[in-house]
């Protein structure tokens, strides 16, 4: 019996159960492993990687690559992928990506298109800088 490409297991229910109680925060392989490791359930390297393409290519997480950095970043989606396709921040001290609000990517996007004519795309845009802990401890130094 040939089983379906898109079958759920242990495993894969497992990572997707971690990223999912996240609440919408984005994570690394690498940290999924750690989390795996240090816990009952472990879940070795090959199995988080092929589980996350997995995850990915059945719509329930996106994968952000951001250029400069090793590796991707995960998110939980819920397997319905979202109308909003968000900007993101990353901070260039601590590796931190975050969420660029609607409303301010929007602006910007519209800003772009009336005065360069260029249509930017969203969910490949990100902004370079640091992140307000990192300018924290920046400036008690």
Do not use: W
Not at 48 to 69: A, F, H, M, P, T
């Amino acid at each position: 019996m040939k089983r379906s490409p898109h079958y759920s297991t242990r495993q894969s229910e497992a990572v997707l159960a971690y990223i999912a109680s996240l609440d919408g925060r984005h994570i690394t392989a690498a940290q999924i492993l750690e989390h795996f490791q240090s816990s009952e359930g472990h879940i070795g390297r090959t199995t988080i990687y092929r589980q996350l393409e997995k995850l990915v290519e059945d719509g329930k997480v996106l994968r952000y690559s951001c250029n400069g950095s090793p590796g991707a970043c995960y998110q939980y989606v819920g397997g319905i992928q979202s109308e909003e396709k968000n900007c993101h921040l990353k901070c260039e001290n601590c590796g931190s990506l975050f969420h660029l609000e609607d409303e301010v990517a929007k602006e910007i996007s519209r800003r772009l298109f009336e005065k360069k004519g260029f249509i930017m795309d969203n969910i490949k845009t990100v902004f370079y800088g640091v992140c307000s802990s990192c300018a924290k401890e920046e400036s008690h130094v």
